[in-house]
């Protein structure tokens, strides 16, 4: 008796999802990559996490193989040519993703769908750009259209519930639709796949830190904002059990660091659980997270909230101050910031080994030259942040600024690249383009000069905080916006640039200039980088040895009072700062009597 011949399986069909998060031109029209960077992407984890969930679920049938490709264009140089050959060469079936794609970003997105277009794939686009101006706007900006006619498929909203599985089935079967509208759609996220990308990935990334979210949704109304107008303003959640999938699951890759990407941590309303289940975590398996949060300046007023925050791992605090000036939070829709409560809220944090850094927009209506030199030596004498990032005043595409200036017709920069907060797109009802942009230059001069950068780190060794990170994140908030004009977040290790790459409008360099003067330039950044580093570490030594550096305390770092509304700028010298002070005054005496009712 003859055994029968063994039938080979059936080779399985390949179909390639590649999901590219790109990065913006940076001034010379070169794509800004490096070969480290700051943060890594939480929409490209995001949708990683769902592309694992379709390859596990077999979508397209269990005789296709679906292979799964991540990249983010802010370290990596993409070569649209060599993904072409791959994708050919194992059958010619895939969807090329672009997401999260930003306003400054969209540029360089539809620039890198042409050799994908070119090659017959498709290419589906989407993130807070697309998303925020079909939310917005009553009419097709021009730029949108013009990608839509080149073939490039849009997906609006967010892409739970199966939504991808759609996309993909289409871009499979040869069929993709020109739009995916599924604004105004929110998913539940409890129970969805979990955000996560590759260790080979992160590792990419400065300290190795990955993302995710546990919540999505504000229920406040700053007309600067875009989250309200694409995520909306119901808040939705993912469970602890959620959570401790991604903790586990990255921990299994080495990854303990995360940026949580929430916009308000503080007001997700299951924080109690899940700080409860980072907690357990830390103790049990003696996982040694180390998380940054987003919270708002009322965040010390939750019970417990900051004590069991720093104990689930929170180590770096981002807190949206925006102003310090009453008059612009309440014109821009931010009147939950009260300036009463910033000193008390810092303070609360300061009692814990916890990095602050805050945002500060300028440009607000009530902004002049005059007031934002005094804000800032205001800032630096009386609140204790550690570190702070200044942004222009910008109408990005799917906020109500945007949708009121677009709708009115006033004038707004052409080129969607410079819609990254760090350069003046718009003009000031009270200064002039000249002077609103000196302002900006000098806010990041006077916060990150040299004497008070060492009374920063006067105040952390005082206050027993994270001298090495403080040193570090200094150091790195000095070098790009002074040095390189570079927004912090933005900025990275060593930037590589591809000759090839640069954009479209910008002329081609030839060799012989492209090399040496790339060279040139980054040896002289790092060089600039390497000594602020050294000088910090000499200003950082000097004070370790002094024997009474924690003795030490200003305006910033002692305790609130009652006083302070009388003896603090914040309070005498700032517009608003009086009408603030009395209406603290009538809230507190409110109180008791609401209390009682």
Known sequence: MHASPEVAPPEREIFHLILITPTKYDEDGYPLVWWRSVLPSNSLAALNGLGRDCQERHILGSEVEIRLTAIDEANRIIRP???IEMIRRD???ALIGLVGVQSNQFPRAVDLA?????????VCLGGFHVSGCFAMLSETPPEIQAAMDQGISLFLGEAEEGR???VLKDAYAGRLQPIYNY???LPNIAGAPIPILDDTDIKRTMGWISSFDVGRGCPYKCSFCTIINVHGRKSR????QDLERIILENDAQGIRQFFVTDDNLARNQNWPELFDTLIRLREERGIELELSVQVDTRCHQIPGFIAKATAAGVNTVFIG???INPDNLAATGKAQNRITDYREMLLAWKQYPVTICAGYIIGLPFDTKESLMRDVEIIKRELAIDHIFFTMLTPLPGSADHAQLYQSGEWMDPDLTRYNTNFRVIHHGRMSDEEWEESYRQMWRRYYSWEHMTR??????????DIRKTRNYLGWYHHFPINLGLHPLEGGLVQLRSRVDRRPSRPREHPLVFYPKYFFREARNMLTFWRIVQRMRKIDARIAADPERFDYRDEAITPPSEQDFDDLALFKDTRGGREAVAKAAERKAAAPRRRVA
């Open 91 to 93: 059958g010619g079936k």
């Open 183 to 185: 604004l105004g759609k």
């Open 237 to 240: 959640f993912r469970s602890a």
């Open 114 to 122: 042409q050799p994908f277009l070119e090659a017959g794939l498709p």
């Open 164 to 166: 991808l599985d759609q």
């Open 81 to 83: 040519k060599q993904i």
């Open 321 to 323: 101050l925006e102003n």
């Open 456 to 465: 920063m780190l006067r105040r952390a060794h005082a206050l027993r905080g």
